[in-house]
């Protein structure tokens, strides 16, 4: 695997691009497109586009197709080998080397949680992640919430997401903790993004859960990176075969996106339309893991 030492802020402001690629290539694999039609579909150059792909993706477009071709008919949201093998208590070591750390859990405490995050200070800020913007919300325990922004994406249509700008991923986060001190702090929030995305050091988490939601949290974790289950697959793997709707509810309250992977969940009809920081995000996700799972 690749690990790319490409600036954060750079990879961010590259993610819309590459996400558009990611989706030219993925429809257009079977016929191997060389790297000047790829290119020109992106409006770009073929050396440009080869250095912007590379340096987001961690790999070359040519491997990135030879990725796609290793899987079985191409299926990437279904196909997969890299099996993620450490308990939710333990840590994690994330696909792609985009991130290696791990997740210490130290949970906010259940006062904590009932009264709002009352007495909690905690900081919001935008930072730069591989995907684009993120909105962070950080405690002095580590990382509380991770959304991402999209500024002037389209409104909703039917359950399909397009992403949300500033103010409303902003909101989405520290609703969830109407009675906290919260202050804005963008530098604050690149400094903690750098530490994980580029560092890769180890990921304090400070959150709070039910045990069911722990549990399908868990179950998130080992499915194998680039690859996907419904609710009911994950409701079995949580001993509870009957609750695929509850499973739903607990992965849409997943407060820590990417880490806590739940874009690797989908509905039962298997469309990617309920992921709720964009359907081209989840797929971007989805992608890269599985260029280098392969």
């Not at 609710?231 to 709707?245: D, F, V, W």
Request: net charge neutral; aromatic share 8%; with cysteine.
């Amino acid at each position: 695997m690749t690990t790319t030492c490409t600036p954060l802020d750079e990879r961010a402001i590259a993610y819309e691009r590459m996400a558009h690629a990611l989706d030219h290539l993925g429809d257009t694999w079977r016929d191997w497109p060389d790297l000047a039609s790829v290119a020109a579909a992106m409006n770009l150059s073929p050396s440009h586009f080869q250095r912007e792909f590379t340096r987001w993706a961690g790999v070359s477009p040519k491997q990135f197709q030879a990725a796609l071709a290793h899987g079985a008919a191409g299926d990437l949201l279904r196909e997969g080998a890299s099996v993620l093998d450490a308990a939710f208590e333990t840590g994690l070591s994330g696909p792609g080397r985009l991130h290696d750390l791990f997740i210490a859990h130290e949970g906010l405490t259940p006062g904590e949680a009932k009264s709002g995050g009352a007495g909690a200070d905690l900081i919001i800020g935008r930072a730069p992640t591989p995907f684009g913007e993120g909105a962070w919300l950080i405690g002095a325990r580590g990382l509380v919430a991770l959304g991402f922004i999209d500024e002037g994406a389209p409104t909703r249509t039917g359950f399909e997401h397009q992403g949300v700008g500033e103010k409303q991923a902003f909101t989405d986060l520290t609703s969830r903790y109407p009675g906290a001190d919260i202050r804005r702090d963008d530098a604050e929030a690149a400094r903690f993004a750098r530490r994980v995305f580029e560092s890769g050091e180890p990921l304090p988490v400070a959150l709070y859960g039910t045990p069911f939601r722990r549990q399908v949290w868990r179950a998130l974790l080992e499915i194998p990176a680039g690859t996907t289950q419904t609710y009911g697959q994950l409701a079995c793997a949580t001993g509870s075969p009957k609750a695929a709707r509850a499973v739903g509810a607990a992965v849409g309250a997943n407060p820590i996106s990417w880490f806590i992977p739940c874009h690797r969940a989908l509905a039962a009809d298997g469309r990617l339309h309920n992921y709720h920081w964009g359907v081209a995000r989840k797929r971007a996700m989805l992608t890269y893991e599985r260029a280098h799972a392969a």
